[in-house]
């Protein structure tokens, strides 16, 4: 399980670096035309989950739930973001690692234990980090939508 729950999150940090490539503080910003949320919105908001994990977990967080709550689920983007993209890469990367040590250190049992995480109601540990991994890969999904969109090349092909 630990070996699995690593690679999710070790090819979401892929896709998530792969496309954020290209990106400048003020394309990160900016919104697509016709609606939806900026690639710094995007990343801001997987920050702000894998902060509610990792507080969980007993880690720390990369994200400040109060500074930080511009990026919570069902928030309303904000024309001005209260983390530069700058900021939110060194928190992708400290999350990363983060939870890198912490899935080699989780006792098997441990991952067995039902929890209740944010929207996860009575899950296996196990099933609710899987569930927090999908939630990442269809927002780097969205990154890399909005790439196109902001016209950017594709960065995965």
């Known amino acids: ?9 070790s090819f979401n940090h892929f896709v998530l ?5 290209g990106f400048d503080e003020e394309l990160a910003r900016r919104s697509p035309e016709g609606g939806g949320n900026s690639a710094n919105w995007l990343l801001g908001h997987i920050l702000y989950s894998r902060s509610q994990l990792l507080h969980f977990l007993g880690s720390s967080a990369p994200l400040d739930p109060d500074r930080d709550k511009a990026y919570s689920r069902g928030s309303q983007p904000e024309s001005n973001p209260p983390r530069p993209l700058a900021d939110l890469q060194q928190a992708l990367e400290d999350s990363q690692s983060g939870l890198m040590e912490l899935f080699g250190a989780l006792p098997e049992k441990t991952l067995l234990q039902q929890v209740s995480l944010g929207p996860i109601q ?10 927090f991994s999908l939630h990442e890969s269809y927002h780097a999904g969205q990154i890399g939508s909005l790439r196109s ?3 950017l090349d594709g960065a995965l092909r």
């Open 149 to 151: 969109r902001l016209g």
């Open 1 to 9: 399980m630990r070996e699995t729950l690593s690679a999710c999150y």
């Open 17 to 21: 670096t792969r496309n954020l490539e």
């Open 122 to 131: 009575e899950q296996p540990l196990h099933r609710a980090l899987v569930l």
